[in-house]
C-alpha cells in the first residue's frame, strides 16, 4: 500500500520511477486548458444580454437546438453541462493533488513563499484559495444550469439574478474564476 502511494506521489515503485503523476499532470493541463478555452466562449455567450435582450435570446435558443427543431430543447443544454461538469471535475480532483494538506506542508509552502518573493510562487496561494472555493461555488453553478436549463435567457437569468438574489453568488464566483 505504502509502495502504491509513494508511487503516485511520484516516487517510485520497486526502484522504478512511476510515469504516472506526469500523465496526471498532462491530463490536468488539458482540463485546465479546455476549461480556461470554455470561459471564453461562456463569458461571450452571457454578455450577449449587453446587447439586447433579443440577441441572448436568439444564442439561448441556438444552444437549445433552434436550427434543427421546431420546439427548443433544453436537454441539449443539460447535456453539455453535464460533459462540462465532468471535465470540471476530473480537473478539480487532478488540482487537490497539489494542495498542502497538512499543517507541516502549509508551512513550508509558506517559508518557501516568503523566501522567493517571486510573482507566481506568492500567486499560487491565491491559486489554491480560489480552486478550493470553486470545487463548492463552480459545483453549485453547474449543478443549477444542468436541471434549470430551460430556465436560461434573458427573462430567467435576470430573474435568477435579480429576483432570486443570486448576484452575490455570481459575484463570488466571478472573482473565484
Ligand atoms: C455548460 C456549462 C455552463 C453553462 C450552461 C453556464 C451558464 C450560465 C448562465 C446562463 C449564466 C447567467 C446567469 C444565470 O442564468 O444564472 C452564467 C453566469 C456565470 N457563470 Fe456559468 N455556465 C456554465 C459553466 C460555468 C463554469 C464552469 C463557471 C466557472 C467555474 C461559470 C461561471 C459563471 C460566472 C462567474 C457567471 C456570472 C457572469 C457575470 O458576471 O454575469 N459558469 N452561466
Same mark, same amino acid.
Given at each position: 500500500m505504502n509502495d502504491l502511494l509513494e508511487g503516485f506521489l511520484g516516487t517510485s515503485i520497486e526502484g522504478k520511477k512511476s510515469r504516472v503523476p506526469a500523465k496526471l499532470d498532462y491530463i490536468q493541463s488539458a482540463t485546465g486548458l479546455f476549461l480556461g478555452l470554455f470561459m471564453w466562449g461562456h463569458m461571450f455567450f452571457v454578455s450577449t444580454i449587453l446587447i439586447s435582450k433579443d440577441f441572448m435570446n436568439t444564442i439561448t435558443k441556438m444552444f437549445e437546438g433552434s436550427m434543427f427543431f421546431a420546439e427548443p430543447q433544453p436537454w441539449i443544454v443539460s447535456a453539455i453541462v453535464l460533459f462540462v461538469f465532468a471535465v470540471f471535475i476530473v480537473h478539480a480532483m487532478l488540482g487537490?493533488?497539489?494542495?498542502? %494538506?497538512?499543517f507541516r506542508q502549509y508551512q513550508a509552502y509558506k517559508t518557501h513563499m516568503g523566501m522567493m518573493k517571486h510573482d507566481d510562487t506568492t500567486m499560487w496561494f491565491t491559486q489554491a484559495f480560489t480552486g478550493f472555493a470553486m470545487f463548492f461555488l463552480g459545483s453549485a453553478h453547474l449543478l443549477m444550469m444542468a436541471v434549470k436549463?430551460?430556465? %436560461?435567457?434573458p427573462y430567467g437569468s435576470s430573474e435568477r439574478m435579480y429576483a432570486d438574489v443570486m448576484w452575490p453568488f455570481y459575484l463570488l464566483l466571478l472573482l473565484g474564476g
Open positions: 487537490m493533488r497539489k494542495l498542502p %494538506i497538512t436549463a430551460d430556465e %436560461i435567457g
